[in-house]
């Protein structure tokens, strides 16, 4: 069978959490699911819990710091964290066994200039058949939407966070 490439972007909330229910429903049907997090590091986010009661199953590695990266002067630590990131995905891409690779906030990777577009769509053009790869993140550059498969756009229409409410456990960490 072959496995597509899918995008979730977008403004509005639930492009993490929708590929964490791909991953729990592949897990589900036997398949074992790597998901990368760019820019996201010691931070207790209540799916690394999950990640560890599935083990071996759904592994979640972060690849970033625990504060939030300067669009426009990002630290050089965000950089090296980018680059530690693309080459476990260089890895995983070629890992037998691998059915499901996740890179999460891959494209805010990308617009945030860490990761270039063109290594992006090296890895989508290099995706073995046997490898379902998912990228979420705002900001999708144009040619990796034209690549994938699979584009879903989450569109704001109202959030909480506008009301000053902060993040809460169990739905956003």
Not at 6 to 34: C, F, I, P, S, W
Not at 89 to 101: H, S, T, W
Not at 129 to 154: H, I, N, Q, S
């Amino acid at each position: 069978m072959r496995r597509m490439v899918q995008v979730y972007t977008g403004n509005g909330k639930g492009k993490t959490t929708a590929a964490l229910g791909l991953a729990m429903r592949a897990v589900g049907q036997g398949l074992t699911v790597h998901m990368i997090q760019f820019m996201k590091g010691n931070i207790e986010y209540g799916e690394l819990k999950t990640a560890r009661r599935l083990a071996p199953d759904l592994t979640i590695t972060q690849m970033g710091r625990e504060t939030f990266v300067d669009r426009d002067n990002p630290d050089e630590e965000d950089r090296q964290w980018a680059v530690k990131g693309m080459k476990l995905a260089e890895e995983l891409l070629a890992k037998e066994g691998l059915d499901v690779l996740i890179l999460d906030e891959i494209n805010v990777a990308v617009d945030f200039k860490l990761v270039s577009t063109e290594e992006v769509l090296s890895l989508i053009r290099r995706k073995p058949d046997r490898l379902e790869l998912v990228l979420t993140g705002r900001y999708a550059p144009v040619e990796v939407v034209k690549a994938a498969d699979l584009v879903t756009e989450m569109l704001e229409i109202k959030h909480y966070y506008h009301r000053g409410i902060e993040s809460r456990r169990g739905f956003e960490l």
